[in-house]
């Protein structure tokens, strides 16, 4: 667990393994890196995946999610983002509340 590979964010097809003794280890592995950016778990226990989900710090998270898109997340229907170093505006891509973002709302009124 301290090869740099387990603490940085690569952009390339690979993944870490590496051996823990328990969920809590794995977890607290995890969450010491600058990055948040996708994090996952394959377990069969609902109480492990519904531990995972409230404490990774992650901004896309998955439990059981073997195909599809290497980040697990569907473009247009969850938002893309990450925490911590992994993400700038708080706000994940391709989310409802996005493009919001970008926009500056306003109201107007003309009359002739």
Not at 42 to 68: C, K, L, M, P, W
Not at 98 to 103: E, I, P
């Amino acid at each position: 667990a301290s090869h740099p590979l387990f603490s940085e964010e690569l952009f390339v097809p690979i993944t870490v393994v590496g051996d823990v003794l328990s969920l809590d280890e794995a977890i607290e592995l995890a969450n010491k890196t600058e990055y948040g950016l996708t994090a996952g778990i394959f377990s069969e226990d609902d109480r492990e995946i519904e531990e995972f989900f409230n404490r990774i710090q992650a901004g896309v998270t998955y439990a059981n999610r073997r195909a599809g898109a290497t980040t697990g997340a569907w473009p247009g229907i969850n938002s893309f983002g990450g925490w911590k170093a992994s993400g700038s505006t708080g706000r994940g891509t391709g989310g409802p509340y996005y493009v919001q973002q970008f926009m500056r709302e306003q109201s107007r009124v003309r009359i002739r």
